[in-house]
């Protein structure tokens, strides 16, 4: 069987496939169907390995993991951490580290997702913003969190990332302690790797707890 890899508009890897997901009759038809619960990286790291152009690679500090069910099965996945320069923002901000949809998802399945993600935050934590980066580099441009009500802040300079054996890594791989690390600083010396001059990322907030206007 012959897959298509492509980037869908906001970042998303997405597989065309002959065979559906799920069994016969039983892919969702409208976002409406999923239930949004806290699980486990474990639960989706797989969806991210194969749809998401950064794969299952992901750094310290995850706070939750929330999951998209429908009739047994995991849809998707959502990974909510610490923001990595805590000086430069709010007090219980965080950062939508990853986001990632089976391409058996209906139509506004991402922006549904993350509406309900925001409703869970506000129900079980203190959170009071949600930070989340679209990366340009890869067509993302933030369409999903803008119809989730996410505002634009601000373009950030232009990213440098590493592309190895066809995927994208975060330069912070080239010194942390990680099986991985080890061979892709060895594939960077004769080659096999390279450091890329990206394209800047957007990044977009919600404000869970809005500050209070002085009368």
């Known amino acids: 069987m012959e897959n298509k890899n492509k980037l869908s508009g906001d970042g998303v890897k997405v597989t065309q496939q002959t ?5 016969s009759g039983s892919i969702p038809t409208s976002p409406h169907q999923f239930r949004i619960m806290k699980g486990k990286f474990s639960d989706f790291s797989e969806l991210l390995e194969k749809w998401h152009y950064k794969s299952n690679k992901i750094g310290g500090g995850i706070s939750h993991h929330l999951v998209l069910r429908f009739n047994g099965k995991i849809y998707g996945g959502i990974v909510i951490g610490k923001m990595r320069h805590t000086k430069n923002y709010e007090e219980n901000a965080v950062e939508l580290r990853r ?9 506004n399945t ?5 509406s309900k993600t ?3 935050l506000r129900k079980n934590t203190n959170i009071s913003i949600v930070y989340t980066f679209a990366d340009t580099s890869v067509g993302h441009i933030g369409t999903c969190y803008k119809a989730a009500n996410f505002k634009f802040v601000k373009k950030t300079p232009p990213t440098t990332h590493v592309l190895w054996k066809g995927k994208i890594y975060h330069p912070r791989s080239l010194t942390i302690d990680r099986p991985y690390s080890y061979q892709l600083r060895k594939d ?5 790797a390279e450091v890329v001059k990206g394209k800047p990322k957007l990044l977009f ?11």
Not at 19 to 23: K, T
Not at 99 to 107: A, E, I, S
Not at 188 to 192: L, S
Not at 205 to 215: A, G
């Open 110 to 114: 991402a922006s549904y997702f993350l």
């Open 118 to 120: 925001i409703w869970w």
């Open 19 to 23: 065979i559906q997901f799920g069994d």
């Open 205 to 215: 907030k919600y404000e869970l707890k809005q500050k209070l206007k002085k009368k």
């Open 99 to 107: 986001m990632v949809l089976h391409p058996d998802c209906p139509k």
């Open 188 to 192: 960077i010396e004769v080659g096999k």
